[in-house]
């Protein structure tokens, strides 16, 4: 998997937002070869306790909670490179709003720089 992809997941309950989005941040360096994604952690509690969601590092694992896995893909965008070194940067960073800036914008922006 390439690093700095934008990863969506659907999401089925009734309490989460009906999709996830983040960037794929390579693989755990501690001998666990473990993929990890960088998104809004919080989103998942759902759009009306989202707000002091922040920007983590987390497991695909957890990342994808057994559901299916998309890739998004743009006619234009930054290298992988470029969008993991946005991601990386916004590392614990809030923010978090639900119609201005959520996990979606977060994972364009990554990627597109807009």
């Known amino acids: 998997r390439p ?3 934008h ?3 659907l999401m089925v309950d009734l309490i989460s937002l009906p999709e996830h989005h983040g960037v794929f ?6 001998g666990y070869e473990e993929p990890e994604v960088i998104h809004f952690e919080g989103c998942v509690k759902g759009v009306f306790s989202a707000g002091d969601s922040h920007i983590s590092r987390t ?6 909670r057994g559901q299916t896995l998309f890739v998004q893909t743009y006619d234009t965008r930054l290298s992988g490179m470029e ?9 614990s960073k809030q923010g978090y709003h639900c119609q201005t800036f959520n996990c979606e914008h977060f994972a364009v922006w990554c990627c597109t720089g807009t």
Do not use: C, I, V
């Open 3 to 5: 690093l700095g992809e």
């Open 7 to 9: 990863m969506e997941r």
């Open 25 to 30: 941040a390579g693989y755990r360096r501690d």
């Open 59 to 64: 497991s695909m694992a957890e990342f994808t």
């Open 83 to 91: 969008a993991y070194y946005r991601a990386n940067w916004a590392l």
